[in-house]
């Protein structure tokens, strides 16, 4: 089957076609690690993850690369300038009383622990900003032979009035900038929308981070380590192309305008955009102090599941509304789930066939623009349908390849001989009328983490989540 997935560039749900059969490339911008990844930037990696296993199942091979960016990105960003402010890592790195090195280390460790706590799937590499330096000097060389940049006191710049389309993607213009206007742009800059490709090492003094270019010491300006990191590792056209709506306005028209002008080739066939997670209905952020990561959540005893579970209840172009509340529904519908695979009497080696109609239905809701939702709400039906429980439990373990709640772990799950042993004195108390030692003993199962429910005639154990 074919994914059907919204692209941000035609404002169109369309078939992804990849340029080479059988073969999916795809980028993902990932963390600037100055700090730790919240819940937000996760939904946005999720949203990656969900489309890479939903090519995989459909029999795809996806080479996909996600980066780290390590190096240059200004917080003038947040007022809609990349190119204004101070670098995030030089500020998080005396903030801290650290080096940038030590910095991008311990954010950069912390991040691969949630990413794999999240179980997202791994792309081929995380390529680091500071591995590519020599490749982005060699791009902007590219682009200053084919005359699209300018040097002023700061930096060498992109001048975008030589790239006819720009503003196709989001329609961020210089005409829209100078309307709302947040930050005073860079008056030697040409046009407002012009973006920094090197910047210069402030005059009199040195950074944690500087190289030798053609142009004088500095640093890489943030938009331009996409464009060559996807150059390197993907080649010059891409299918598809992720990130959060945030990126859309100003990074990703960067990324275009520059990847497309120095090769003359179009950049990315689709565009991929997640939308915003709202935390109790508002706006959420480190201002806010509602940025949340997945430490916060564990440290209030949710399952990283849990989160993975929760963003499944949204439709990522949707804004999807974080609460306490909605993420523990999100544990409790997990954990039911968890125990009914649980207690399904099959052995992992006596699985059955897969239900084709179910499998079927499953597929048309991811490939339908990764309406999880949906295929959520498919695993229930499943869960809840008439079928033999080979059949079901065979055809979970294919729906988990895109889930990925880890089933197998659970199938085949064996109640300990004494949890057995105490529920089957348990039954003969209650057959005879005791009740006081038949709750006793039920209690005592419970405590163990196991439950006993009775159906007319019989009991059955189930682990508990
Ligand atoms: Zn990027």
Same mark, same amino acid.
């Given at each position: 089957m074919a994914l059907s997935l919204y692209n941000s560039l035609t404002k169109q749900v369309q078939e992804v076609q990849p340029l080479d059969l059988g073969v999916v490339r795809m980028y993902a911008c990932g963390p600037t690690v100055y700090s730790y990844a919240h819940i937000g930037n996760f939904r946005t990696f999720a949203l990656s993850d969900f489309i890479v296993r939903t090519l995989k199942f459909n029999g795809y091979q996806?080479?996909?690369?996600?980066?780290?960016?390590?190096?240059?990105?200004? #917080?003038? @960003?947040?007022?809609?300038?990349?190119? #204004?402010?101070? @670098?995030?890592l030089e500020l998080s790195a005396s903030r801290e009383g650290k080096s940038v090195k030590d910095i991008v280390s311990f954010y950069t460790k912390q991040f691969m622990t949630d990413y794999e706590k999240l179980n997202l799937i791994k792309p081929e590499k995380f390529t680091q900003a500071t591995q590519y330096i020599k490749e982005q000097i060699d791009l902007i060389r590219r682009l200053k032979e084919k005359g699209y940049t300018y040097q002023i006191e700061d930096g060498v710049y992109f001048d975008t009035s030589k790239f006819k389309d720009?503003?196709?993607?989001?329609?961020? #213009?210089?005409?829209?900038?100078?309307?709302?206007?947040?930050?005073?742009?860079?008056?030697?800059?040409?046009?407002?929308? @012009?973006?920094?490709?090197?910047?210069?090492?402030?005059?009199?003094?040195?950074?944690?981070?500087?190289?030798?270019?053609?142009?004088?010491?500095?640093?890489?300006?943030?938009?331009?380590?996409?464009?060559?990191?996807?150059?390197?590792?993907?080649?010059?056209?891409? @299918?598809?192309?992720?990130?959060?709506?945030?990126?859309? #306005?100003?990074?990703?028209?960067?990324?275009?305008?520059?990847?497309?002008?120095?090769?003359?080739?179009?950049?990315?066939?689709?565009?991929?955009h997640c939308t915003f997670l709202q935390v109790d209905g508002g706006k959420m952020g480190k201002s806010e102090g509602n940025a949340y990561t997945?430490?916060?959540?564990?440290?209030?005893?949710?399952?990283?599941?849990?989160?993975r579970y929760f963003y499944m209840t949204g439709h990522y172009r949707k804004p999807l509304n974080f609460t306490w509340e909605a993420l523990g529904n999100a544990q409790n519908s997990l954990k039911r789930l968890f125990e009914a695979v649980s207690a399904y009497n099959v052995s992992k080696d006596s699985t059955g066939r897969v239900s084709d109609d179910y499998v079927q239905k499953f597929e048309r809701s991811i490939n339908d623009d990764i309406n999880m939702p949906k295929a959520l709400s498919v695993t229930w039906d499943l869960v809840k349908s008439d079928l033999q429980e080979d059949v079901k439990v065979a055809t979970l373990l294919k729906l988990d390849e895109v889930l990925g709640f880890g089933f197998d772990s659970l199938i085949g799950f064996e109640i300990p001989k004494e949890v057995g042993d105490l529920a089957r004195t348990r039954w003969e108390?209650?057959?005879?009328?005791?009740?006081?030692?038949?709750?006793?003993?039920?209690r005592e199962v419970d405590k163990m983490g196991f439950s006993i429910e009775d159906s007319d005639g019989g009991y059955k154990v189930k682990k508990r989540f």
């Open positions: 996806v080479k996909f690369i996600m980066n780290i960016t390590d190096v240059g990105h200004l #917080t003038g @960003d947040n007022q809609g300038d990349a190119d #204004t402010g101070e @670098d995030r720009y503003g196709h993607l989001s329609g961020f #213009t210089e005409e829209t900038i100078k309307e709302g206007a947040r930050v005073e742009p860079n008056p030697q800059k040409k046009h407002p929308v @012009d973006f920094a490709l090197w910047k210069f090492s402030p005059p009199y003094s040195t950074r944690w981070q500087e190289w030798e270019s053609p142009w004088g010491i500095g640093y890489p300006g943030w938009h331009v380590e996409c464009s060559a990191m996807i150059f390197k590792e993907l080649g010059e056209q891409i @299918d598809i192309h992720v990130g959060g709506e945030d990126h859309k #306005t100003i990074h990703h028209q960067n990324e275009i305008a520059q990847s497309e002008s120095a090769s003359g080739k179009k950049f990315s066939q689709f565009w991929a997945l430490l916060d959540l564990e440290s209030k005893r949710y399952l990283p599941a849990a989160l108390y209650k057959k005879v009328g005791i009740w006081d030692k038949a709750d006793f003993i039920r």
